[in-house]
T-cell receptor, first 116, second 113 residues
Framework: AQKVTQAQTEISVVEKEDVTLDCVYE???????LFWYKQPPSGELVFLIRRNSFDEQNEISGRYSWNFQKSTSSFNFTITASQVVDSAVYFC?????????????FGKGTMLLVSP | DAGITQSPRHKVTETGTPVTLRCHQT?????MYWYRQDPGHGLRLIHY???????DKGEVSDGYSVSRSKTEDFLLTLESATSSQTSVYFC????????????FGPGTRLTVL
């Protein structure tokens, strides 16, 4: 079973729409860390956010917000009023205590296409 | 931006030839990682290093070896390249272990004919 599941392979929206990218994770650890990364068409990977398992507060950064719910093992990412520049592949990732926190396990990514 | 460079950025080689990819960092971070990215698979860890001469295998380590003789350099070697190793390879660094955010290099596109 995948440890990090991003069920949405591809999402298409029109500019100014809100969009939510889903991330569901699986772990037996009580202490773990979750991440989101962005990969624009240029190919580089950009770190967006890190969240530890003890902090369930939602986070907002400009048009970006993250909703962490331990009860459903989800760490969803919402972009408000999407823009063309948001077009990218977005990856969710997990770091677990069971692996000594030494590595990240990535989901397969969600490609977001924002049309003008 | 984290100071991470990868060389070469693009390489085309033939099956059976050895290939070495280099990752160089200027951040003095302890941890370094090699990933490969393939369509439909996301990013998969090949090997990682937690210090000079300290390395460990990742999810897809078969056919790859690594070496780290200096803090700033992490080498990935394909002893005998195969077509299945055609991929984009990313190096990453982190200050601490996996609970720290990782910062990625620009990637190397490798094609094995």
């Amino acid at each position: 079973a995948q440890k990090v599941t991003q069920a949405q392979t591809e999402i298409s929206v029109v500019e100014k729409e809100d969009v939510t990218l889903d991330c569901v994770y699986e772990t037996r650890d009580t202490t773990y860390y979750l991440f989101w990364y962005k990969q624009p068409p240029s190919g580089e990977l950009v770190f967006l956010i890190r969240r530890n398992s003890f902090d369930e507060q939602n986070e907002i950064s400009g048009r970006y917000s993250w909703n962490f719910q331990k009860s459903t093992s989800s760490f969803n990412f919402t972009i408000t009023a999407s823009q063309v520049v948001d077009s990218a592949v977005y990856f969710c990732a997990l770091s677990e205590r069971g692996s000594g926190y030494s590595t990240l396990t990535f989901g397969k990514g969600t490609m977001l296409l924002v049309s003008p | 931006d984290a100071g991470i460079t990868q060389s070469p950025r693009h390489k085309v080689t033939e099956t059976g030839t050895p290939v070495t990819l280099r990752c160089h960092q200027t951040e003095n971070h302890r941890y370094m990682y090699w990933y490969r990215q393939d369509p439909g698979h996301g990013l998969r860890l090949i090997h990682y290093s937690y210090g000079v001469k300290d390395t460990d295998k990742g999810e897809v380590s078969d056919g790859y070896s690594v070496s780290r003789s200096k803090t700033e350099d992490f080498l990935l070697t394909l002893e005998s390249a195969t077509s299945s190793q055609t991929s984009v390879y990313f190096c990453a660094i982190s200050e601490g272990s996996g609970y720290n955010e990782q910062f990625f290099g620009p990637g190397t596109r490798l094609t094995v004919l």
